[in-house]
């Protein structure tokens, strides 16, 4: 079973610019959820999709991140602009009950 | 919002020991989940546990659910070099609710 896609793996931008990174869940999965994880951190979820609805985006910075999920399928997040204190991983994780599965992240380094 | 207490932080055992870590919660989850993190990789998740006193195995480590619900432990036996990595524990509360908070990680080295 292929697992959750994430690209790019590694992406450096200078402030101010903008990016985008993309994810593709595992088949079937109606839960999709965006992490950022700060180096020596746990993840701290960004925003959470169900299908294509938003059911959290509590934590979601909406001044600079947005995120969409057309179709319910693949997802996109986009920072503009980026800021120093947004060099991260960004993870993109699905679920289908109760197990949540992780893609192996973009690393961010805003420069 | 919900809280994660992981502890510890980091440890260093030798190999071929036993090794424990815990994460409490502030409110009561109906899910814990324990992911492992190696370097420039996302978590891996390595055991479920869907109910209060569940205790669950998966090779050297077993994990259990607490009967309080606020939280679960997480054992390995015998450890292998290959252990080393960072170990997250992942919590979700609510029927039905889908929301996954994680707590900060302990950093498990071992020396051989």
């Known amino acids: 079973e292929a697992g959750v896609a994430q690209s790019p793996r590694y992406k450096i931008i200078e402030k101010r610019q903008s990016v985008a990174f993309w994810c593709n869940p595992i088949?079937?999965?109606?839960?999709l959820y965006w992490y950022q994880q700060i180096l020596g951190q746990g993840p701290k979820l960004l925003i959470q999709?169900?299908?294509?609805?938003?059911?959290?985006d509590s934590q979601l910075p909406k001044d600079r991140f947005s995120a969409e999920r057309l179709k319910g399928v693949d997802s996109t997040l986009k920072i503009q602009p980026a800021k120093l204190e947004d060099s991260a991983v960004y993870l993109c994780?699905?679920?289908?009950?109760?197990?949540?599965?992780f893609g192996q992240g973009t690393r961010l380094t805003v420069v | 919002g919900q809280q994660l207490n992981q502890s510890p932080q980091s440890m260093f055992i030798q190999e071929g020991e036993d090794v424990s870590m815990n994460c409490t919660s502030s409110?009561?989850?109906?899910?814990w989940l324990w992911y492992k993190q190696d370097p420039g990789e996302g978590p891996v998740l390595l055991i479920a546990l869907y109910k209060a006193g569940e205790l669950t195995s998966n090779g050297r480590l077993t994990a259990q659910f607490g009967i309080t619900r606020k939280d679960s432990f997480l054992n390995i036996s015998a450890s292998i070099p290959s252990d080393v990595g960072i170990y997250f524990c992942a919590g979700r509360s609510g029927a039905g609710s889908y929301q996954l908070t994680f707590g900060k990680g302990t950093k498990l080295s071992v020396i051989p």
């Open positions: 088949s079937g999965h109606a839960t």
């Open positions: 409110s009561i989850f109906n899910t």
């Open positions: 999709f169900q299908n294509n609805g938003v059911v959290d």
């Open positions: 994780a699905s679920s289908e009950a109760r197990k949540a599965f």
